[in-house]
């Protein structure tokens, strides 16, 4: 009888990997999907020898699965299931201590700038906020990690992933990007030069509102021996229920995020030509500063569109609540198309601060829906504004 080997990733496209990066079928009963291992504990043949798991916050059969396959999709060698996005953060941020550099981007998600200046610069971080247009007057011989987001949440600047790690690596620091927004099949920062990639996979790779987690991966033993240990020590672990639903959804990313993005251009296209309408916010397009670094390191523009009204904060509320088709939500990157008003929702916590979002700003998370009733959808509320 012929012995069907294992598949080699290196040959095979992205799409192969996402639907068979989680380890191919269960050994022991043929099963395509990974199991459910809800499992607390696990039994050991003798004293402190097991069989790769002892006790589930330091590792579960469920979640490293997960973490080896969105590992495949980065390009790491290394990845670690967490809580929530922000947990993978704040473990990241863990590898700094009091007294050390930190220099984040202006137009950061506002709960990653909660986290940095009123979590750990309490505890002693030095953080410097910046815009990255001058990057090499912020980054001094003291940075210890620079971090970036690509695109950014909400307003959608794109960052040249390989020009901020050659600034940050001449002076010896560490490089972070969030790839929440792009996904790795819009991008994998670790191949521009980036040390450690984060992801809240509640967003694109879960991709149906049904999860909460979060994701960090390195090519780094150092690093990843190190957030091992965080991970394992502070314990803001995915339950196994939580990593089989994102590797759930991630068997599907690509083909969900060919959608979104084509959706997208289509409503960047409504809004471009509407007379509500003052700026539209997408790389895609060519007037967008970003446009060229994003066309030379995504393979796509993205399913989140931002824009501006004439109308000011009053008619970005009114849009908001004027929509049918588009639901009125927070959080991004699933299924169905949502729309939200930053100033007052995800990033109320940046309010009075340098990264306050402008109040006549709307965001958009364009999902898989039929294009022509998206626009319709948005078409309809803006022409009811007053």
Same mark, same amino acid.
């Given at each position: 009888m012929t012995v069907r080997g294992p598949l080699d990733f290196d040959i095979l496209g992205f799409e192969t990997r996402a639907v068979h990066g989680g380890g191919g079928a269960d050994p022991a009963t043929g099963a395509v999907n990974p199991p459910l291992y809800l499992s607390s504990t696990f039994e050991q043949d003798a004293v402190g020898h097991h069989r790769g798991f002892e006790y589930a916050r330091s590792g579960n059969p469920t979640r490293a699965s997960l973490e080896a396959h969105l590992a495949l999709l980065e390009g790491a060698s290394f990845g670690f299931g967490f809580a929530s996005g922000l947990a993978a953060e704040d473990a990241v941020m863990r590898l700094l201590g009091p007294g050390d550099h930190l220099v984040m981007? $202006?137009?950061?998600?506002?709960? /990653?700038?909660?986290?940095? $200046?009123?979590?750990?610069?309490?505890?002693?971080?030095?953080?410097?906020?910046?815009? =990255?247009?001058?990057?090499?007057?912020?980054? /001094? +011989?003291? *940075?210890?990690?620079?971090?970036?987001? /690509?695109?950014?949440?909400?307003?959608?600047?794109?960052?040249?992933?390989?020009?901020?790690?050659?600034? +940050?690596?001449?002076?010896? &620091?560490?490089?972070?990007?969030d790839n929440t927004f792009a996904t790795p099949w819009i991008q994998q920062p670790l191949r521009f030069g980036a040390d450690i990639v984060v992801h809240s996979t509640t967003k694109y790779l879960g991709g149906h509102s049904d999860v909460v987690g979060g994701f960090a991966a390195t090519n780094d033993h150092i690093i990843a021996e190190r957030l091992g240990f965080l991970q394992n020590a502070a314990g803001a672990v995915p339950s196994p229920f939580d990593c089989f639903l994102v590797q759930r959804?991630?068997? $599907?990313?690509?083909?969900?995020?060919?959608?979104?993005? *084509?959706?997208?251009?289509?409503?960047?296209?409504?809004?471009?030509?509407?007379? &509500?309408?003052?700026?539209?916010?997408?790389?895609?397009?060519?007037?967008?500063?970003?446009?060229?670094? &994003?066309?030379?390191?995504?393979?796509? =523009?993205?399913?989140?569109?931002?824009f501006t009204l004439h109308g000011g904060e009053e008619a970005a509320l009114e849009l908001c609540a004027g929509t049918r088709v588009f639901t009125l939500a927070e959080s991004l990157g699933a299924v169905e198309s949502l729309i939200e008003h930053p100033g007052r929702m995800t990033h109320a916590s940046t309010a009075g601060t340098s990264n306050e979002v402008p109040a006549d700003l709307v965001r958009l998370s364009v999902g898989i829906e039929t294009v022509d009733d998206l626009l319709n959808d948005l078409e309809g509320a803006l022409e009811s504004l007053r």
């Open positions: 981007q $202006t137009d950061s998600y506002g709960g /990653t700038y909660r986290l940095a $200046t009123d979590v750990h610069r309490r505890a002693g971080l030095v953080v410097d906020i910046a815009e =990255f247009s001058s990057l090499g007057d912020v980054v /001094t +011989a003291e *940075t210890r990690m620079v971090w970036i987001e /690509t695109p950014t949440n909400p307003l959608l600047h794109v960052i040249d992933i390989a020009a901020v790690a050659a600034v +940050a690596h001449s002076h010896g &620091a560490l490089v972070v990007v959804g991630m068997k $599907t990313l690509a083909i969900r995020m060919e959608r979104h993005c *084509t959706n997208a251009l289509a409503v960047v296209e409504l809004l471009r030509g509407h007379r &509500a309408v003052d700026r539209v916010l997408h790389p895609s397009l060519p007037e967008h500063p970003g446009h060229t670094v &994003a066309r030379r390191q995504m393979r796509a =523009f993205g399913g989140m569109v931002s």
